[in-house]
């Protein structure tokens, strides 16, 4: 009994030793394959940051590369410059503010990473801690010592198995809910460095649309000054033009006034004539015969008939004068027109017109030469010849006198025609002796005086003719006023043109100069601002190379880590095995305690039946006895 005893004692102490290594592999076995799915989470964050920093390594490189080959180009269209320069102010306040932005997404991807490495840190702790903690140790302990709260003791573990499962989980669901958080907020970034990429190249190609269209208006000054400057010339050949006009009407404006000077002066010697001759011609009627009185009247007729003929002669040279101008003028304002039309491509040539408008200068020449070719070669059929073709050589020769030279006649000449007409006096006196021929000729001077009077009426209409082409002429002149007045007036109009391109001129430049100061400012923003980006690219690859090493590390931890699980799984198995042969043990002894309390049990009934077997015995023999004493009795 006693072998037994110890035997039973030693195979329930065995699994009561074994039960609490059990309960310790069974407790550290699920925390083992939590902390390895912690840990690989933990393993594959840093695993999913990766790609995410090198997509923004490469959007930070490609904003780089975007701002290099643009080389910043981005001055519209404006179509106006003040457009221009309120775009490129816009685009530097969004500059700052995703500056800013970028600036502020770092710090919170800063305080994510921060907060990972935390959570890491404290499931690795609480890991330790649980391993350490002082409940799962006198669990242990009391598992070591108490085989009575083996059970309740294994139920406590499972519960608290369960809640740090659930801790567990719970962690595990918030590193998840980080995680996707950074993600979310590496995408955000992701896409706002693209938006930035996008709009700093619209920035270039606006940059690039703006020179091209300063370029423009550059050209278009250089064209509007080269326009302005042949303006210029053609307005000064003008100007020259109208002196030149000038200059020609104030010559036809002394050229008629001298005409009606000497009209006025011829009027007045004609009549001075007249009246001599009238006087001398009614004292000869006084002393002669009737005869004498009508030979003078025919010689008054004749007189009067004669200056008509010069008159008519003289109203005839001025309009033959007049066209020739007229002529003149025509063909030098359409010379100066083809000399303009010319001089605008070759300004340096000298122009056609000042050897056209010279001989113009001196008209009275022209005229004066025209009009004695005309007054040669005209009056051989005109109605005036009669008379004179009537009279003698000598009065025809007076005739011929009589023709005037040109209009710069002075005091000289009217004395020398004075001259000529006493002499034709003088000879007429002399015919009028000859009273037999002039009676024949006094018909032929009835016929002159008749045709007289029609030229007379000619004269008439010649002189209204005249007065017309005088008015006609007036109206010339206004005109050539009022074209001077508005050319004045467009003088002025130019000029007020001239001032404000000038002005316009001076404006462009400052908003060139506007411009130039805001690219010069963009320039260096930009410049400020890819060397940011540079900066940080720079410090993203120190980032990445740290965090290259730390992978390796991590790797290598990984490595030792498993070996260890390794080692610990060989261990469990090594101790599930004991804890098999234990319970193989524990099952044997439990058999053997059965057999000895059967055959303790066994040996009890015996025992008990040997008792009932005496007891029966000593009830027989009692029996007997009485039987015998009752037979002894009977047989007493």
């Known amino acids: 009994t006693t072998v037994s005893a110890e035997t039973a004692s030693g195979a329930d102490g065995g699994p009561s030793g074994a039960q609490p290594g059990a309960a310790g592999p069974q407790v550290g076995a699920p925390n083992g394959p939590e902390a390895a799915r912690a840990d690989a989470g933990s393993q594959l964050s840093p695993g999913e940051h990766a790609p995410e920093k090198g997509d923004t390594g490469g959007d930070s490189a490609a904003g780089r590369v975007g701002s290099g080959e643009g080389s910043f180009d981005f001055l519209p269209p404006t179509t106006a410059p003040e457009e221009i320069l309120e775009h490129l102010e816009s685009l530097q306040r969004k500059l700052r503010e995703r500056e800013k932005e970028i600036a502020r997404l770092q710090e919170e991807r800063a305080k994510a990473e921060k907060l990972t490495a935390e959570v890491k840190i404290l499931r690795t702790l609480n890991h330790e801690l649980i391993l350490q903690s002082s409940p799962y140790v006198e669990l242990q302990q009391q598992a070591a010592k108490l085989e009575e709260a083996v059970v309740v003791r294994t139920a406590e573990v499972d519960e608290l198995r369960r809640e740090l499962l659930h801790e567990q989980k719970q962690k595990d669901e918030e590193f998840e809910k ?34 091209f269209e300063g370029e423009r208006l550059r050209q278009e000054l250089l064209h509007r000054k080269l326009s302005q400057e042949e303006q210029e010339t053609v307005f000064a050949q003008r100007c020259v033009q109208l002196s030149k006009l000038k200059m020609q009407h104030e010559q036809l404006k002394n050229a008629g006034t001298q005409m009606l000077l000497r009209n006025e002066r011829m009027r007045k010697e004609r009549q001075t004539l007249i009246e001599a001759i009238r006087q001398k011609a009614t004292c000869k009627i006084r002393s002669s015969d009737l005869d004498h009185h009508r030979i003078q009247n025919n010689y008054f007729e004749l007189f009067y008939g004669v200056e008509l003929w010069v008159e008519d002669e003289l109203i005839c040279r001025l309009k033959l004068r007049l066209q020739a101008e007229e002529r003149q003028k025509q063909e030098g304002v359409s010379t100066a027109n083809a000399a303009s ?55 025809l020769l007076s005739l011929d006198a009589l023709e005037l030279p040109g209009l710069e006649g002075d005091a000289e000449t009217v004395e020398v025609q004075m001259a000529k007409m006493k002499l034709e006096k003088d000879a007429l006196q002399r015919r009028l002796a000859d009273y037999d021929q002039l009676v024949v000729e006094i018909a032929g001077l009835r016929e002159q005086y008749a045709r007289v009077s029609e030229e007379v009426e000619e004269v008439s209409k010649a002189f209204e003719e005249r007065q017309t082409f005088c008015e006609h002429l007036l109206k010339q002149v206004k005109e050539k006023d009022e074209a001077l007045a ?151």
């Not at 709009?199 to 690039?208: H, P, Y």
């Not at 053997?592 to 000593?618: F, G, M, P, T, Y």
């Open 178 to 211: 980080l995680l996707t958080e950074t993600k979310e907020q590496t995408e955000k970034l992701l896409e706002k460095m693209k938006t930035l990429t996008d709009e700093l190249q619209s920035a270039c190609v606006d940059r690039e649309k703006a020179l």
């Open 341 to 395: 039309a010319h001089e605008i491509s070759s300004s340096s040539t000298p122009s056609p017109t000042a050897e056209k408008v010279e001989p113009a200068n001196d008209p009275t020449q022209n005229c004066v030469s025209g009009v004695a070719g005309t007054s040669a070669a005209s009056p051989s059929s005109s109605p005036r010849d009669v008379p004179r073709d009537s009279l003698h050589g000598g009065s």
């Open 486 to 636: 508005d050319l004045r007036n467009r003088n002025a109009s130019f000029l007020q043109q001239q001032q404000m391109l000038s002005r316009l001129s001076r404006l462009h430049d400052q908003k060139l100069l506007l411009l130039r100061q805001q690219y010069e400012q963009t320039t260096t923003n930009s410049r400020v601002y890819a060397d940011a980006l540079q900066q940080a690219n720079v410090r993203v690859t120190l980032a990445d190379q740290q965090r290259e090493e730390a992978t390796s590390v991590y790797q290598q931890m990984r490595t030792a880590r498993d070996t260890l699980y390794k080692e610990k799984e060989e261990a469990l198995a090594k101790l599930n095995t004991v804890v098999e042969a234990n319970k193989v043990l524990d099952a044997a002894a439990q058999e053997s305690l059965a057999r000895r309390n059967a055959a303790e049990n066994e040996a009890r009934a015996l025992v008990d039946a040997k008792v009932e077997l005496e007891k029966r015995i000593d009830r027989l023999k009692a029996k007997e006895e009485k039987q015998d004493r009752k037979r002894g009795r009977k047989l007493e």
